[in-house]
């Protein structure tokens, strides 16, 4: 007799009889085993090593546990109201979704959506820098996951220096794509520069103990390589970001204030609450958050103070649905975190790849246009041409992985049309030089 089945047939002797489930509990959940046993009644919890599930066997109700290896599957049904399972806090138990394996051969933990009534909570890293550790794809990933364990809430852990800005506003085009099926929190440890994109585009924003959040200019390479602030393209993504931040009932103020060193921000009193302003008020009690010539960075206490965000008392997922009034939730974050990773360490590998081909190129550049040979500029040509066609291959790769924009944070670049001109020439050129 294999192992489940003898399992099995010890959980029903133990329970008093021969298996049997009765009517009563026709209308509650089922736990499908791989051996063709099904168990229906109330699933208590659930972890990725087993299943609790509160069932009727022979009229006698017992708990039975089952070792996730051993299920095919689970079907969430009406749960009857005569059999509610409680915990010791009198509120129904809600089993986490997903599971990651213990062992690579254990098959993967079938998926249960949330009950109805409790908001579903999946938190998803942002942690490091935009374009570099952070990618649009990662963010991509995870909303698709999510959608499909019909995820409610997505909460953005956010501790970030900033960072490209293409990335953060590929970010958004995909937190976009995904805007009517989730509400977006931002739970901000720091948001600095370019982090204050998607940070905007959420529903929410709360910030812990000690975070700062803000300070985002748009930096552009000046003929000598150095960084320097680009007025004119921050002014215009400050205009669009606060158009964004707006819409998603965050006060534009904020956002010029963080971008535009000339912008100002005032806190009015009005009605016993503060109002936000671009200008100092003629009369009334108001306090400058932050004044022209400087760019504002907020402190999570200035940030309450004002009613500009929520904040929290410590970093707890417990603590942030506190203070947003979301009291019946699950959650889950190892699987998105371990989506999110994945993907941003294939967009890591693609950047370097990208980086490297360019670095390559331009050195066979050097040695052709030194041209101490003909032998030695035609190898360099074709090297050339070789590096150019990988380059091309990372550019669709890139635009696969959500990240075809990572070319603007680039020192250079390859024109793939006018070097694709230019070899063959050159090459036509040697040609037609070795010739008799």
Known sequence: MAFSTFRNAALAIIAGGVMGLSASTALGDEVVLRDGTVYTGIIVSQTRREVVIDTEIS?????????????????????????????????????????????????????VLKRDGYDLIMEVPMEGTFGQDIYPLSVKNTLEWGAEQGVTDVVFRMNSPGGEVWAAEEIVEVMADYADQFTYHALIEHAISATIWPSFFCDTITMAPGATFGGAVVFRRDGTGSAEVDKKMTSIMAAKLAASAEANGHSPYLVHAMMLSEAAVYAVRRGGEWVLTDEIPAEGDYETIDGPDTVLTITTDDAAKYGIVTSIDDRSMDAFTEVQGIIDWDHVVDEPTEIANKANDKCKDLRSKLLGTIISFYREQDVWAARNSIRGSGAALQNMRRQLGRYKSFLRKAEELSMDAITSSFEQVIEVDYWETEIEIRMQELRNTRRP
Do not use: H, L
């Not at 089952?66 to 915990?87: F, H, L, N, Q, Y």
């Open 59 to 111: 009229g006698i109700r017992t708990r039975i546990r089952v070792d996730r290896r051993e299920v095919k599957s689970i079907v969430r049904g009406e749960t009857p109201s005569s059999t509610p399972a409680v915990d010791s806090d009198d509120r129904p138990t809600i089993p986490t979704i997903g599971g990651r394996r213990d062992k690579q051969d254990e098959p993967p933990a079938p998926v």
